[in-house]
């Protein structure tokens, strides 16, 4: 049964920074593309960024383009969202997913038909 775990939420200030990370048990790792979704009260869960097995291919959610960066560590089968210039509407609990039997460079970019997920963390920026 592969399990994520995800930490490293918590409540900052607008303008600073977090990471998030996503430690990934039960399979291997490697296989997997990975991606961090979002869900803020009342809205849908969307993409924040996503990063292909191998690690060379990277996407985010344009809202956080140039302030987010995902990566991740295969030996420590582990994937990391590091946050900067954070925002009040940043707010929401985040999820790391998985998704398996994918191309190497393969990224995600919805949170349909993902395989795997976590149970998230909450992050609160203020104002």
């Known amino acids: 049964q592969v399990q994520l775990v995800e930490s490293g939420g918590g409540l900052v200030q607008a303008g600073g920074s977090l990471r998030l990370s996503c430690a990934v048990s039960?399979?291997?790792?490697?296989?997997?593309?990975m991606g961090w979704f979002r869900q803020a009260p009342g809205k849908v869960r969307e993409i924040v960024a996503a990063?292909?097995?191998?690690?060379?291919?990277?996407d985010y959610a344009d809202s956080v383009k140039g302030r987010f960066t995902i990566s991740r560590d295969n030996a420590k089968n582990t994937v990391y969202l590091q946050m900067n210039s954070l925002k009040p509407e940043d707010t929401a609990v985040y999820y790391c997913?998985?998704?398996?039997?994918?191309?190497?460079?393969?990224?995600?970019?919805?949170?349909?038909?993902?395989?795997?997920w976590g149970k998230g963390t909450l992050v609160t920026v203020s104002s």
């Open positions: 997913a998985a998704k398996r039997l994918v191309l190497r460079d393969y990224v995600p970019r919805t949170p349909e038909g993902m395989d795997y």
């Open positions: 039960g399979r291997t790792f490697s296989n997997y593309a």
């Open positions: 990063i292909s097995w191998s690690g060379g291919s990277t």
